[in-house]
C-alpha cells in the first residue's frame, strides 16, 4: 500500500472512531494524553473531509474495517500516530482522581474499558451435578447418605448407574454484618433436603457465629461436601457421625486465638433428630450416636485446629474433637438397648499436604489425611458400657497437571464391640480433571468383614468379603467457588 | 470483677484493636508488586506483607489457615480484583472475622477499580471458553501507567485511613512519581525497538505488556485460558508460528516450560519465561526490577 493511501486510511479511522463514539465519550476521557492524540487525528480529519460533517466515504469505512484488528485485545502497532511520552502518560495517570471509597467503579471508569459489565445482586448460584456407576459383589453394609445408591442387598449383587448428587447453592453477603450460604441437594434422586444453610457472621471481632443448618466442624471429613471429597464414598467412620454426618440445625461460636499461628476453638450445640428407624441387631444400620432421648437432650460438640506452616511447601494441619449426646439405642428382638444412655465421640484428625509453590518445578503434590474416632457408650439397665472406634488413613498423589491417584484404607471397629464389628475396606481410585469445573474418577474397593463377630452372622452377608468398582463423573456449573484448605 | 472481665476480652481479642496513630498501618496484599508499591507509598507508616510469592500462580494459592491469621490482624487490604484470586481469598476474608476488610470497606481496595480494565467480554460467555474472567483480564500490574494509577489508589486510601498523616502519603506519593518518570525516558528508549514484535503468550496475561509495548499477540499455547493445549491445537500453533514468523514465545516463570520449549524448538520462535510478579526471581525484589527484567528480557530476542 502507497504510503499516501496508507495515511488516508488512518485518518478515515480516526474519523470513523469519533463519528460512531462522539456521543458516549466520558467526561474525563481516557486520560489528558489520549486525548490529545485524538484531537491530533481529528483535525486532520475534519480538514480533507467536508467541513463540519467528517464522513467518510464507503470506500474508506470498509478500508478501515479491513484494517481494524479481529476482536484481539492485543492492539496491532498504529506506525506515526502521535503518542505522548510515557513520562507524560506517567503525569496523567497521576492526575486522574482515584474512584471513591468502597463505591463501585463509577459509569466513567467502566466505560473507559469498553463496557460495564452486569451488576447483580443476586445470590452467586452454582449447580454441581455428581453421577456414578458401577458394581458391587454385594452392597456396602450401609451407606452415608451422598455414597452412590446402586440398591442391591447385603447378599445381593449391587450394580447400575445412579445420579449420585445433584446440590444447587446459593451464597451471598446479606449485610455488613451477615453472609448467608444455603447447599440444597437431592442424594440418589431420593428428595430434596437441605445440605446447609446457614449465616455467618462477618464483623464480629475474633469470634464468628453460625447458625442455621451447617456441617459440624467436628473432625476433618464431616466439613466437606460431596464434590470436594477425593473418594466416591465417604470414609466408614463417618457413620458414627450420623447417616448424612453430622448437621443437623445448630449453632456455632469458632474463637481464633490471638496467637501469631491459626488456632481455632469452636463450640457447637445441636438439636439432632431422632433415626428415622432404629438400628436393629439383625440388620446393618449403624448404631446412632446421638438423637436420643428427649428433645431438651441437645448434642454438644467442641473442636480445637491448629495449624504449622512447617514450610513453603509442606503444611500439617490437625484437629482434635469431642462430641457428646444421647444415644436412640437399638432394637434388639423385642427390646431396645441402650436407649438413652449418654454417648460421647472422641476425634483426632491429621492433614499433611506437601505441594511446592511453584509449578514450574513440579506439579507433584501429596496429601495425607487421617482421622480417628472413639466412642463410647455409657452403661444402662444392666448392660455395660460400649466402646468401639476407627479410622481412616488416605494418600492422595497428584501425578500430573490435572491427574491424581488416591489410596485409602478404612478400618472400622477398632475397638470392635458388640454392635459395631470389624470392617475393613481398601480402595485406590485415579482421578482425571478436565478443568477446574469437571472431573471423571474411576475407583475400585475391597470390603473385609469379621465373620465371627456376632452381628455380621446375625446380618449374614454374601460373600462376607466382597470387591465393588465405580466410575464417578461430577461437573459444576455456575459462580466459581473458593476452595478451603 | 468488671475490670477482669473486660481485661480478659481485651486479651481474648474479643474487643476490636484500633490502630493507634504511632503504630504502622498492617497492609496485606495479594501478590508481590502491589505489596512493593504500598511499601512505596506507605514508607514508615505501614508494615506490609503479601499472601502469595512472585513465584506462584496467583490464580492458584492455596487458602493456608495461616493467611487468616494476617488478614484478621490486617488494617487494610489490596487485591487485584477481577475474580483473580476469586479460588482462594473470599474464604480467608470471611474466616479472618476483621469487619475492615470486609468488601466495600475502607480496608478492601480492589486496584482494579483504579486502571483501565480490557478484555472485558463483549459477548455471552460460556466456561466453553476456558476460565475465562468475566470482569476483563486481571494481570494488569506491570505497566508504569498502572503502577502509577495504583500507588495513587494506595495513597488516596492511605490517606483516609489516616488523614493525620496525609502530608507524608502525599510526599510518598510524589517520591514514588519522580523515581518512576526518573527511568521513563530509558524504559521508552527500551520499548522502542520491541514495537510491532510477534509474539506467542502461554496465558493470555501479557495483554497490558504487549499494549504498552506495541507487541503484537498473533495466538496463545493454551487453547483456552486455563485449558492446556491439544496435540492438534499445538500441530495449528507450529504451523501458525512459522507462517507469521513470531519471534517469541512469553511466559511466566510459574508455567510449566516442557510444551513451550517443544514449540519454541519445532519452530525457532525464541521461548521467553519472564516473571511476572515481584519476587517471581530472586533478582526481581521491586517493581522497577520487574520492568527492567522484562524489558531486558524481551531485547534478549531482538538481538
Known amino acids: 500500500m502507497h504510503l499516501q493511501s496508507k495515511i488516508l486510511a488512518l485518518v478515515s479511522v480516526a474519523c470513523w472512531h469519533v463519528a460512531v463514539f462522539a456521543q458516549p465519550m466520558p467526561a474525563n476521557g481516557g486520560g489528558a494524553g489520549q486525548d490529545r492524540g485524538v484531537a491530533a487525528r481529528t483535525g486532520a480529519g475534519v480538514a480533507t473531509a467536508d467541513a463540519g460533517m467528517p464522513v467518510p466515504t464507503l470506500t474508506d469505512q470498509l478500508d478501515a474495517a479491513a484494517r481494524r484488528p479481529i476482536a484481539s485485545a492485543a492492539s496491532a502497532p498504529d506506525g506515526g500516530t502521535l503518542e505522548p511520552s510515557l513520562s507524560d502518560q506517567l503525569d496523567a495517570a497521576a492526575g486522574k482522581p482515584v474512584p471513591a471509597t468502597g463505591a463501585p467503579p463509577p459509569a466513567a471508569a467502566a466505560a473507559e474499558g469498553g463496557s460495564r459489565f452486569f451488576q447483580s445482586l443476586n445470590p452467586d448460584i452454582s449447580v454441581i451435578l455428581t453421577g456414578a456407576a458401577g458394581y458391587g459383589q454385594r452392597a456396602p453394609l450401609f451407606l452415608a447418605g451422598d455414597d452412590p445408591d446402586l440398591k442391591g442387598g447385603t447378599s445381593d449383587h449391587s450394580a447400575g448407574i445412579t445420579l449420585q448428587e445433584l446440590e444447587v447453592a446459593f451464597q451471598s453477603i446479606v449485610d455488613p454484618y451477615f453472609r448467608a450460604d444455603v447447599f440444597l441437594t437431592i442424594p440418589n434422586m431420593s428428595g430434596l433436603e437441605i445440605e446447609e444453610a446457614f449465616l455467618t457472621t462477618t464483623s464480629l471481632p475474633a469470634i464468628q457465629v453460625k447458625a442455621g443448618i451447617f456441617r459440624s466442624g467436628f473432625g476433618r471429613e464431616n466439613g466437606m461436601h460431596l464434590h470436594v471429597q477425593d473418594f466416591v464414598q465417604r470414609p466408614l467412620i463417618n457413620s458414627y457421625l450420623g447417616p448424612d454426618g453430622l448437621r443437623p440445625p445448630g449453632a456455632q461460636v469458632s474463637w481464633l486465638l490471638p496467637l501469631p499461628f491459626f488456632v481455632q476453638l469452636t463450640g457447637e450445640v445441636f438439636s439432632v433428630a431422632a433415626p428415622d428407624m432404629l438400628a436393629n441387631f439383625a440388620s446393618p444400620e449403624p448404631v446412632s450416636t446421638f438423637g436420643g432421648g428427649r428433645r431438651t437432650d441437645l448434642t454438644y460438640a467442641g473442636e480445637l485446629k491448629f495449624f504449622v506452616p512447617t514450610s513453603e511447601s509442606l503444611s500439617v494441619f490437625g484437629g482434635l474433637n469431642v462430641a457428646t449426646g444421647v444415644t436412640p439405642g437399638f432394637a434388639e428382638g423385642d427390646t431396645t438397648l441402650y436407649q438413652g444412655a449418654r454417648s460421647m465421640l472422641y476425634g483426632a484428625d491429621l492433614y499433611v499436604k506437601y505441594k511446592p509453590p511453584n509449578q514450574a518445578v513440579t506439579y507433584i503434590s501429596l496429601a495425607w489425611t487421617s482421622e480417628y474416632f472413639l466412642r463410647t457408650i455409657g452403661a444402662t439397665g444392666g448392660n455395660a458400657g460400649l466402646t468401639d472406634g476407627g479410622f481412616y488413613t488416605q494418600l492422595v498423589l497428584q501425578i500430573a497437571r490435572r491427574w491424581f491417584v488416591g489410596l485409602r484404607q478404612d478400618l472400622l471397629g477398632w475397638p470392635s464391640s458388640e454392635v459395631q464389628p470389624l470392617n475393613s475396606r481398601t480402595t485406590l481410585n485415579l482421578t482425571f480433571y478436565p478443568s477446574e469445573f469437571s472431573k471423571l474418577r474411576g475407583s475400585v474397593q475391597y470390603d473385609a468383614l469379621d465373620s465371627q463377630a456376632s452381628r455380621v452372622q446375625q446380618i449374614a452377608p454374601s460373600p462376607v468379603n466382597s470387591f465393588a468398582a465405580y466410575l464417578q463423573f461430577e461437573v459444576a456449573i455456575g459462580a466459581h467457588g473458593a476452595h478451603k484448605f | ?303
Do not use: C
Open chain 2, 1 to 303: 470483677m468488671k475490670r477482669i472481665l473486660i481485661l480478659f476480652a481485651i486479651a481474648a481479642g474479643l474487643v476490636p484493636q484500633w490502630a493507634s496513630a504511632s503504630e504502622p498501618l498492617k497492609v496485606v496484599t495479594t501478590i508481590e508488586t502491589l505489596a512493593d508499591l504500598a511499601r512505596r507509598v506507605g514508607g514508615e507508616k505501614v508494615s506490609v506483607e503479601s499472601l502469595s510469592h512472585g513465584y506462584q500462580d496467583p490464580h492458584y494459592v492455596e487458602a493456608k489457615p495461616n493467611l487468616t491469621i494476617s488478614l484478621h490482624r490486617a488494617d487494610l487490604l489490596i487485591r487485584v480484583g477481577l475474580d483473580l484470586e476469586i479460588g482462594w481469598l473470599p474464604i480467608l476474608v470471611t474466616e479472618s472475622r476483621n469487619d475492615r476488610i470486609q468488601p466495600g470497606q475502607l480496608g478492601d481496595l480492589d486496584t482494579s477499580t483504579l486502571v483501565e480494565v480490557l478484555d472485558i467480554p463483549t459477548t455471552q460467555l460460556t466456561r466453553a471458553m476456558g476460565d475465562i474472567h468475566p470482569k476483563g483480564n486481571p494481570h494488569f500490574w506491570i505497566p508504569p501507567v498502572n503502577a502509577v494509577r495504583i500507588a495513587k489508589g494506595i495513597a488516596e486510601r492511605l490517606k483516609q485511613l489516616r488523614p493525620e498523616a496525609k502530608d507524608y502519603f502525599e510526599a510518598q506519593f510524589a517520591k514514588f512519581l519522580s523515581d518512576i518518570k526518573g527511568r521513563a525516558r530509558e524504559w521508552e528508549a527500551k520499548a522502542k525497538p520491541l514495537a510491532g514484535m510477534k509474539v506467542v503468550t502461554y496465558h493470555k496475561s501479557w495483554t497490558y505488556v504487549s499494549k504498552w509495548l506495541k507487541l503484537e499477540e498473533v495466538s496463545y499455547v493454551e487453547i483456552k485460558p486455563g485449558i492446556p493445549p491439544s496435540p492438534d491445537h499445538l500441530l495449528r500453533l507450529v504451523a501458525l508460528i512459522k507462517a507469521e514468523k513470531v519471534s517469541a514465545l512469553l511466559m511466566e516463570d510459574y508455567y510449566n516450560k516442557a510444551i513451550a520449549q517443544e514449540v519454541a524448538g519445532q519452530t525457532g520462535a525464541k521461548l521467553v519465561p519472564m516473571p511476572s510478579d515481584v519476587g517471581a526471581r530472586p533478582g526481581v525484589k521491586t517493581y522497577f526490577d520487574l520492568v527492567d527484567a522484562i524489558l531486558r528480557n524481551l531485547d534478549g530476542v531482538i538481538r
